[in-house]
């Protein structure tokens, strides 16, 4: 997930030009899962191997918005060249 998670925020960064994108991303990723997701999924059978922060769910859903964006990537990198450093 950690991989997959940084083509997301990296895309978010070139194409921005903020950083601040990819900083408000992984804060609302920390509240949603483990201030609001886990605490209302009942630790209950398998469900943890599901749910949670490091459950297949999470994975799954991050790896295939991964895909998606790093097909978009030369989006991403034009628009980082367009940007004055």
Not at 32 to 51: E, K
Request: hydrophobic content about 50%; proline content about 2%.
């Amino acid at each position: 997930m950690v991989i997959a998670d940084s083509y997301i925020l990296g895309w978010l960064r070139l194409k921005s030009g903020s950083l601040w994108t990819a900083c408000v991303l992984h804060a609302s990723h920390n509240l949603f899962i483990q201030a609001i997701f886990d605490r209302i999924t009942a630790p209950a059978g398998r469900a943890l191997y599901v749910t949670t922060e490091f459950g297949a769910g999470l994975v799954l859903t991050v790896g295939a918005f991964a895909l998606y964006l790093w097909t978009r990537r030369q989006e991403a990198s034009a628009t980082a060249e367009a940007v004055p450093q």
